[in-house]
């Protein structure tokens, strides 16, 4: 019954992908928004939601590293996983200026994380509320340097009569059922993952940052997929980083505000170290961009992102208590 859960929740990760970025990218043509910030903003928030959930009810359940680890795992699997496999299709070009805000936003918030970490036992709800308002301050930024530069955007390559027109009612049901897909397709994979570890005999830390960051990063992965075939990818890169963004800010703040999350029982080490490897991935994305060809993730880039992912995956394994 568990691979029946995994094979229906892939099932519906993709038709949710294939809806948010239909909806999203109706969106950035109706308000005169680049796609990059529809992707850092409406899409990140949606394929991050499987990460506020899983994350909240871990905590709430008594699982605090199960919340902290799926968001650190997620982290990396969005770079390793997702950006490698999507730049192994498609190379993906990156925009200059988006070093200058986003990527800066990322990194601040991840070694952030790893101080809180580093001087604490725990994330309070306090420092919860602290990230929030980082995700506050970086939204009310986002949104203010989108309307200096509003003007209408005209896609080459990716849009057509038929989605200039969309109406609202048509957007709004896309995003419902993109996101729900999403969601659920989401639960499934997790449940069925979950289950399958645990009668393996693996630990909460193995599952949290392999088996559960991976089922809440198949939103990611399917809709950047998807606007890579459909070669949206300011969509894709904006998913990506924003997902990042959202889910250390917006996942463990909230969660934290909810219920404070301690990692004593995980080993500190443990979990720092996996923060380490967040942090470093994070950065390999500034590496890359400016080795040949300059910010452009070519596959081999990707390829190297991904190895990357499986050497974190195998030493996670190797490792494991």
């Known amino acids: 019954m568990d691979i029946v859960y995994i094979l229906l929740g892939l099932v519906l990760l993709v038709i949710g992908g294939e ?8 969106i950035s043509l109706k308000f005169h928004l680049s796609k990059m910030i529809i992707g850092l903003t409406v899409v990140s928030f949606a394929t991050s939601a499987p990460e506020l959930f899983v994350s909240i009810k871990a905590a709430l359940d008594g699982y605090p590293y199960i919340a902290l680890g799926n968001v650190i795992g997620s982290n990396i699997a969005n770079i390793g996983l997702v950006l490698g496999i999507t730049a192994i299709i498609t190379p993906l070009f990156l925009d200059r200026d988006f070093y200058k805000f986003s990527w ?16 604490g036992d725990d994330i309070s709800r306090i420092e919860g509320i602290g990230l929030m308002l980082v995700l506050v301050v970086y939204l009310w930024v986002l949104i203010r340097k989108a309307q200096e530069k509003r003007k209408i955007i005209k896609s080459n390559n990716s849009t057509d009569i038929s989605e200039i027109i969309t109406s609202n009612f048509k957007i ?3 995003l419902l059922i993109g996101g729900g897909a999403l969601w659920g397709g989401s639960e499934l994979l997790v449940k069925g993952a979950v289950n399958i570890a645990e009668n393996l005999g693996i630990s909460n830390r193995v599952i949290a940052v392999t088996m559960i960051a991976i089922g809440t990063s198949v939103p990611e992965l399917a809709a950047s997929v998807v606007a890579a075939l459909k070669g949206e990818k300011a969509l894709l890169i904006g998913n990506i980083i924003g997902s990042n963004i959202f889910n250390i800010a917006s996942v463990i703040g909230i969660t934290a505000f909810i219920h404070p999350i301690s990692v004593l029982d995980s080993g500190i080490s443990l979990v720092l170290n996996d923060v380490l490897w967040m942090i470093g991935f994070a950065t390999a994305i500034l590496i890359l961009a400016f080795l040949p060809k300059k910010f452009v993730l070519t596959r081999y880039k990707g390829i190297i992102l991904f ?5 974190f ?3 996670v394994f190797l490792n494991y208590n």
């Open 313 to 315: 995956m195998g030493l």
């Open 104 to 119: 800066p936003v990322m990194m601040l918030l991840s070694v952030g994380l790893y101080f809180l970490l580093l001087f």
């Open 307 to 311: 190895v990357a992912y499986t050497i």
């Open 172 to 174: 709004v049901i896309w």
């Open 19 to 26: 809806f948010l970025v239909r909806s999203s990218v109706a």
